[in-house]
Each structure stands twice: as structure tokens, then as C-alpha cells.
């Protein structure tokens, strides 16, 4: 009889999905559904909005925890504001619904750092919110429905720039369109194409707006223990995830350089609606709770490891299809 912990990963699929999938594999019963299994074969493929599906499923796995990740990430604001509501606000409420019915008890949210009003110190938990994107608004309104079930136990975490790849197995991002910076500096540099930044006006020393990036193997870790946080103390907590040290796009395009031994051609574009000069947190509260510190997020490593992650890709001819809106 397997007396681990079932965790169940709801967006087993994406990003971060695949690769925690396969980090926690090693040591907890893990199961986990999404809307497609195209990456991993493993996943029960399934539309979460799909209620007796769903609910069928969650009756006969019997989780002890689940991880939603599962949402609508893309931060576009051509989006059909419906599409948001739809994929985050009322997938999360029927996933809470569910869990009730299933006398599931434990749950992990992956929010963002969007959901913060525009601030250049570093952010805390207790930081004004005012979130700009819809996307940010349908994450907003996803922890307060959390927040209010008094039967839940959660850990709502605060992503901040998710980034990089695992090494073992060598597993990273690869959206397409893809609009996150380092993995598109990484892509374009090695084909030898013009990397797009936004903006160049900002309060900054250089000009461009500094983010707060974080290794996908901390977010992993964090997860981790924020799991076996609810298994030891079944309390509720908010949680920033971040590096607490931010960098520019322009210093992000010169590590790129420096590690690729090749010149990159930028060029400057408007900047876009909302983006802030300066974005980076503050996770003390992280250290004090659940004793997580980001360990792998060296901008180098971080570096480092994309690298090997585009190359494997490359090798695999699947970068021929990538697409970038940077």
C-alpha cells in the first residue's frame, strides 16, 4: 500500500506543470491533468471546465493535495476578457466546488506578482494590490475565492519571473508564441535574429525595466515545501516567490552575450501599457515559513541553463517552429 501523499497537478502540461511533475515524481504519489498531454503522456487528459469529468476523476484518484497551475497565462491583452474569466475565475471556482464534494482539503495556487500595485521598492505580502492586466484581475479575484473557504487549507504563491530549466532531466519552457524574455534572447541569439526590447526611457540606470527572475528548479523546491508546510501545519499562508535581486533587459541580452560569445542586435520598441520600471520582491516571509530561499537563481545559472535547454531543442529541430512576439 503507497502511504506517500497523492498530489494531483492541475496544467500538468505546461511549464512549470512538466517540470514539477517530474521533480516531485521522485518523491510523492503525483498524478496530473490537463486540457492536453502532448508533452507527458502521463497526464489525464482533461477539460478541468468539463464538471462530471472532472469530478469522476477526482472521486477515483483521490488526491490529498492539489497544485493549480492550470490557468489562462498568456498576458495579452488582445485576449478575450471572457477567455480569462473562463480559464482562471470559473475553472477555480469549480475546482473549489469539486474539492468540497471530494472532501479535498489541500490546495497550492500558483498567483503572480502582477496582482501588486506599481511599486519600486521591493514588494511584500502586505504591498498594496492593484492589478493592471485582466490577467492579473482574474488571478486577484482566484485567491480571494480561496481565501474564503474556511474548510481549505492553501499556500497561494506569488510567482515572480519564472524562468530557465531543469537540468536532470534537461526540461524548460517553450511557448509558442513565446513572450517571455530570456527564453526569446536565448532562441534568437542562437539563430542569429533581432531581439525587440520595450522601451528605453525608464528610471533605470540603463534605461530598460529591471524584473525579478527566478530559476524554475526554486519554484519546484518552493512548492515542495509549501507542500510539506500543509502536511506538518495545515494553516493558510501568501507567499512571495522571487529571487529578491533585479535585473535589466539590457543586462540580461549581455549575460546572453557573454555566455553565447556573440553579439546581439536590439532594438527598441514603444513600451508597453502597464510595465513598470523596477518589479522585484521581497521573500523574506518565504525564508520565516516554510524556510525557502531561491538556491539556483544566479543569473548565470539561469543563464546556463536555458542554454543547454535551447540547445537540446535545437537539436530536436523543434526551435524551427518557435515563434516570438519579442
Known amino acids: 500500500m503507497n502511504t506517500k501523499p497523492k498530489i494531483l497537478i492541475t496544467g500538468a502540461n505546461g511549464y512549470i506543470g ?31 471546465l468539463n464538471l462530471k469529468k472532472f469530478d469522476k476523476f477526482l472521486a477515483q484518484t483521490k488526491p490529498d493535495f492539489i497544485i ?37 482539503k489541500n490546495i497550492i495556487f500558483s498567483s503572480s506578482a502582477s496582482v501588486y ?25 482566484c485567491e480571494k475565492k480561496i481565501k474564503k473557504e474556511k474548510n481549505l487549507n492553501s499556500v497561494i504563491l506569488r510567482f ?3 524562468c530557465s530549466a531543469l537540468t536532470n532531466p534537461i526540461l524548460g519552457e517553450f511557448h509558442n508564441p513565446e513572450t517571455h524574455l530570456i527564453p526569446t534572447i536565448v532562441y534568437k541569439s542562437l539563430r542569429k535574429q533581432k531581439i525587440f526590447i520595450y522601451g528605453k526611457k525608464f528610471d533605470t540606470a540603463d534605461g530598460t525595466c529591471i524584473r525579478d527572475y527566478i ?16 502536511i506538518k501545519d495545515k494553516k493558510s499562508l501568501v507567499l512571495n516567490i522571487g529571487n529578491s535581486k533585479g535585473y535589466s533587459n539590457l543586462e540580461i541580452v549581455k ?9 546581439i542586435d536590439v532594438e527598441f520598441v514603444k513600451k508597453r501599457k502597464g510595465d513598470v520600471a523596477k518589479l522585484i520582491c521581497n521573500s523574506n516571509k518565504a525564508l520565516s515559513q516554510i524556510f525557502w530561499k531561491p ?32
Open 160 to 162: 515572480f519571473n519564472v
Open 68 to 104: 493549480h497551475l492550470a490557468a489562462q497565462s498568456l498576458v495579452d491583452e488582445t485576449i478575450n476578457k471572457k477567455k480569462y474569466y473562463r480559464n482562471n475565475v470559473l475553472l477555480t471556482k469549480n475546482l473549489i466546488d469539486l474539492m468540497k464534494k471530494n472532501n479535498v
Open 295 to 326: 538556491q539556483n537563481s544566479n543569473i548565470e545559472k539561469i543563464i546556463e541553463d536555458e542554454i543547454s535547454w535551447v540547445k537540446k531543442l535545437n537539436k530536436e529541430r523543434r526551435i524551427r517552429r518557435f515563434k516570438s512576439y519579442r
Open 117 to 141: 500595485k506599481k511599486n519600486t521598492k521591493p514588494l511584500k505580502e502586505n504591498s498594496n494590490l492593484k492589478p493592471l492586466s485582466y490577467y492579473a484581475k482574474t488571478k486577484l479575484i
Open 215 to 230: 530559476h524554475i528548479k526554486d519554484i519546484c523546491i518552493a512548492i515542495e515545501k509549501s507542500l510539506r508546510f500543509l
Open 18 to 48: 512538466y517540470c514539477l511533475f517530474k521533480f516531485l515524481k521522485k518523491k510523492f504519489y503525483v498524478e496530473g491533468i490537463d486540457l492536453k498531454n502532448n508533452l507527458n503522456k502521463e497526464v489525464f487528459k482533461c477539460d478541468l
Open 255 to 263: 549575460f546572453v552575450e557573454k555566455k553565447l560569445k556573440r553579439k
